[in-house]
């Protein structure tokens, strides 16, 4: 009964309702945590770097090896795509240069499956590191960001511009 | 996919247990008619994990690692909050059954009958949102043109339905024993999974650095129980056991366990300290006939 109930009412707010949980929650989130939301990347994990987005970067991780496409990004909102290409479920960690605070992390990415870690880093030393089987220290790599306008979103920058070219071609595929 | 099973078993295994235990009590203690509210916690709980890690996941917006983990932790920590106050209700309820009115009972229930409905929308969303992630990201997988596999998601999936499956069958097994026995067990039992909850909320908060120590380790037993072991799984599944465990963690799991467990273990001996201090009058009364 409740089930019915529910559905019917999800479909008459389908589309609305979708835009009103994630902006409501969006804000709702991002109240007491000043920026909790943030923009996707434009590459996402389908791995569409053509753009050359120098802040969507992939991570293939195996149960051996932890391979970053790049070592180093500009400042900014930062997208890891992880992909998990082993067997033991892995997890994607940002540490700070120290090796020991968390500045990002992702987990239970399993055998297949590719996962982001979207995070705003200011410019300075890092560490990643995959953790094959989610225990010990993981693989880790040292990581550089350098600094550049974009500190976080807003302002004139990469994401605006495409987030415009977005918003132009979809009125031109309504238009038709 | 027998790591994505696992994950999906782990992920869905607590809230399964949380949730059957209730359903259980309500069935046992006749109270059927607040199953709705169970039920409706449940619903909201997945319809809104799974909606907001999909608009997550292929919307325009993301969300920060900061954000998720502090909504992963503040979530355990008000979990649980109202899974303790769940067991105080159910032994309070349990001693009422033997003394007092019934529609008095009644009255109390239909009070609590919002609290149950957060209960269980708790249980299943306090990891929902990284369970949908996890689920969505796993979708994508299956979906994606070259090289897409279903083996990800159907392994996620069955390891949810397992979890579901087990919460059944403690169900079943639950309306076997008998009410007061059920009480101790159960009261017990969720006072170590609460425990456990909020050892994982303060992780939580600890990884998202609005509390300190994370490197501050209690212990460091992933070398005897890897976390991708079952047995692994199932200890962080239903108990929220972390191999590597803070300190800090360690301090909520006890400064939570002991007092709880103590009035807990309290309260039961002045219950069946009561009606035996009663039972000689109607014996008595019985006498006299």
Not at chain 1, 67 to 87: C, D, E, H, M, R
Not at chain 2, 10 to 24: N, P, Q, T
Not at chain 2, 122 to 146: I, K, N, P, S, Y
Not at chain 2, 216 to 232: C, E, K, Q, R
Request: positive net charge.
């Amino acid at each position: 009964m409740i089930t019915i109930r529910l559905s019917r009412r999800a479909r008459l707010f389908s589309l609305p309702i979708r835009t009103l949980i994630l902006t409501s929650t969006c804000t709702l989130v991002s109240l007491p945590l000043l920026a909790g939301c943030t923009n996707n990347a434009p590459a996402g994990s389908t791995g569409a770097t053509a753009g050359g987005n120098p802040r969507a970067l992939t991570v293939q991780a195996t149960d051996s090896e932890c391979k970053l496409s790049t070592t180093s990004a500009p400042s900014g909102t930062i997208t890891f795509a992880v992909t998990n290409g082993g067997s033991k479920v892995t997890e994607f960690y940002l540490y700070g240069e120290d090796g020991k605070r968390i500045v990002g992390e992702v987990e239970n990415i399993g055998p297949g499956i590719t996962r982001e870690l979207v995070l705003k880093v200011e410019p300075g030393n890092y560490i990643t590191a995959c953790k094959p089987g989610m225990a010990g220290d993981g693989i880790r790599a040292p990581f550089s960001v350098s600094d550049s306008d974009q500190q976080g979103s807003g302002g004139y920058d990469i994401q605006l511009v495409e987030r415009a070219e977005r918003q132009i071609s979809a009125v031109r595929r309504r238009s038709d | 996919m027998l790591a994505n099973f696992l994950i999906g078993l782990r992920e869905g295994l607590e809230a399964a247990l949380i949730v059957s235990i209730l359903v259980a009590y309500l069935v046992k203690s006749g109270r059927r008619h607040l199953l709705p509210q169970i039920w409706l916690g449940v619903a909201i709980a997945v319809a809104v994990s799974l909606g907001f890690g999909a608009a997550l996941t292929f919307g325009p917006k993301g969300l920060t690692f900061e954000a998720q983990e502090l909504i992963g932790g503040l979530l355990s920590i008000v979990a649980v909050g109202f899974v303790t106050w769940m067991i105080f209700w159910m032994a309070k309820a349990a001693r009422s059954l033997s003394g007092e009115l019934r529609s008095q009972i009644d009255k109390a229930a239909d009070a609590s009958r919002w609290s149950l409905a957060i209960v269980a929308l708790l249980a299943v969303g306090r990891e929902g949102l990284e369970t949908a992630l996890f689920l969505w990201a796993a979708t994508q997988t299956a979906a994606q043109g070259t090289g897409s596999t279903a083996g990800p998601l159907l392994g996620a999936a069955l390891g949810l339905l397992v979890a579901v499956v087990l919460g059944y069958l403690i169900y079943r097994g639950a309306l076997k024993i008998n009410l007061s026995r059920f009480f101790t067990w159960t009261g017990a039992f969720l006072i170590v999974i609460a425990a456990g909850v909020l050892a994982y909320g303060v992780h939580d908060l600890q990884e998202a650095q609005f509390l300190p120590g994370l490197n501050n380790l209690a212990f460091d037993v992933s070398g005897a129980i890897p976390p991708t072991s079952w047995y692994g799984t199932l200890l962080k599944g239903v108990f929220n056991f972390s191999p590597a465990t803070t300190v800090l963690e360690a301090i909520a799991w006890l400064g939570y366990f002991i007092p709880t467990m103590t009035i807990f273990l309290y309260q039961k001996r002045q219950r069946t300290q009561g009606p035996s201090r009663q039972t000689p009058e109607p014996v008595a009364a019985s006498g006299r006939k």
